[in-house]
């Protein structure tokens, strides 16, 4: 078994976490690879050599687990090495909310002994995947997203208007700040922010979210997930922002985006005690009523 751990950031006091996890894969003699600039990270901040682990820049299909050390933004990072690879990702919470990282980081030697005995389910994201016109050769490589792609206004207070065409079918012009497109997966993120509907991550949907819009009469859409969707965006700058997670461009106004579902997923491993219902219960204070 072959194994990458990766993370983002040092979360504070999480050296313990990160050699509590090496120790533990090492343990069972797994093959370990740490990401090059997160060994770095680490062993600065706790001030102890972990040299004899190797690094990767970037992995292939010899791995069989992706191991993401941080909170949901280190997930969505994640998904920028993992690709199209089919590699299961299971992500260890030491940031704050932790809708995708789900395992605990009190629990990390427990979660990896059920993990290395195949106790555990595959939960599939859908992505989004988008294409430009005129193409842009800085979102062709990385042209998916897990949780949602959204285009922002740039440089100004004033609003933008994006024409949106679903199955080149006109289907409005949001006048707003902005508009997102959410897998179910970014259904709890940005989305959830703006008013969104929450979305099972195992249904087949897309939802569209205005950005503070300024036609009353603009709800969030629901919409099956193989529906293709045009969006050309106009305003009083030149520029505009589209975000692919938490990955930001600027392109032109004259460019128009084409949103889809991508070909692939993301596979999230799932520990067999978890589930979307109880996150939501348990992130989002459902259940915090004293009525209950």
Same mark, same amino acid.
């Given at each position: 078994?072959?194994?990458?751990?990766?993370?983002?950031?040092?979360?504070? *006091?999480?050296?313990?976490?990160?050699?509590?996890?090496?120790?533990?894969? +090492?343990?069972?003699?797994?093959?370990?690879?740490?990401?090059?600039?997160? #060994?770095?990270?680490?062993?600065?901040?706790?001030?102890?050599?972990?040299?004899?682990?190797?690094?990767? @820049?970037?992995?292939?299909?010899?791995?069989?687990?992706?191991?993401?050390?941080?909170?949901?933004?280190?997930? =969505? %990072?994640?998904?920028?090495?993992?690709?199209?690879?089919?590699?299961?990702?299971?992500?260890?919470?030491?940031?704050?909310?932790?809708?995708?990282?789900?395992?605990?980081?009190? *629990?990390?030697?427990?979660?990896?002994?059920?993990? =290395?005995?195949?106790?555990?389910?595959?939960?599939?994201?859908?992505?989004?995947?988008?294409?430009?016109?005129?193409?842009?050769? *800085? @979102?062709?490589? =990385?042209?998916?997203?897990? *949780?949602?792609?959204?285009?922002?206004?740039?440089?100004?207070?004033?609003?933008?208007?994006?024409? !949106?065409?679903?199955?080149? %079918?006109?289907?409005?012009?949001?006048?707003?700040?902005?508009?997102?497109? $959410?897998?179910?997966?970014?259904? !709890?993120?940005?989305?959830?922010?703006?008013?969104?509907?929450?979305?099972?991550?195992?249904?087949?949907?897309?939802?569209?979210?205005?950005? $503070?819009?300024?036609?009353?009469? $603009?709800?969030?859409?629901?919409?099956?997930?193989?529906?293709?969707?045009?969006?050309?965006?106009?305003?009083?700058?030149?520029?505009?922002?589209?975000? =692919?997670?938490?990955?930001?461009?600027?392109? +032109?106004?004259?460019?128009?985006?084409?949103? %889809?579902? $991508?070909?692939?997923?993301?596979?999230?491993? +799932?520990? #067999?005690?978890?589930?979307?219902?109880?996150?939501?219960?348990?992130?989002?204070?459902?259940?915090?009523? #004293?009525?209950?």
């Amino acid at each position: 078994m072959k194994v990458a751990i990766y993370g983002q950031f040092y979360h504070k *006091n999480s050296g313990k976490h990160v050699l509590s996890i090496i120790e533990a894969f +090492q343990k069972k003699n797994i093959t370990l690879l740490i990401e090059e600039n997160f #060994k770095k990270l680490v062993e600065k901040e706790i001030n102890i050599s972990i040299g004899n682990i190797p690094t990767f @820049i970037n992995i292939d299909n010899t791995f069989d687990l992706f191991i993401s050390i941080g909170g949901d933004g280190t997930i =969505l %990072k994640s998904i920028t090495y993992v690709g199209d690879l089919g590699i299961p990702i299971a992500g260890i919470n030491t940031g704050r909310l932790g809708f995708l990282a789900t395992i605990q980081k009190e *629990n990390i030697s427990e979660s990896i002994e059920s993990i =290395l005995k195949g106790d555990y389910t595959i939960s599939e994201r859908s992505l989004l995947s988008i294409e430009t016109t005129p193409m842009q050769e *800085n @979102i062709t490589k =990385l042209n998916f997203a897990l *949780n949602e792609v959204a285009v922002n206004r740039k440089n100004t207070t004033s609003m933008i208007k994006v024409d !949106t065409h679903v199955n080149d %079918k006109y289907l409005t012009t949001y006048f707003s700040d902005g508009l997102i497109v $959410a897998t179910p997966t970014g259904s !709890t993120g940005y989305s959830l922010s703006c008013g969104g509907p929450v979305i099972d991550p195992s249904t087949s949907n897309i939802a569209l979210t205005p950005i $503070a819009p300024h036609n009353l009469s $603009a709800r969030p859409l629901v919409l099956p997930d193989n529906c293709v969707i045009d969006l050309s965006v106009s305003g009083r700058e030149d520029e505009f922002l589209v975000s =692919l997670d938490s990955r930001i461009i600027t392109l +032109q106004i004259d460019t128009t985006l084409r949103i %889809k579902k $991508a070909p692939f997923t993301i596979k999230l491993v +799932q520990l #067999k005690n978890e589930s979307f219902i109880k996150t939501l219960r348990e992130k989002l204070l459902w259940g915090e009523d #004293k009525r209950n």
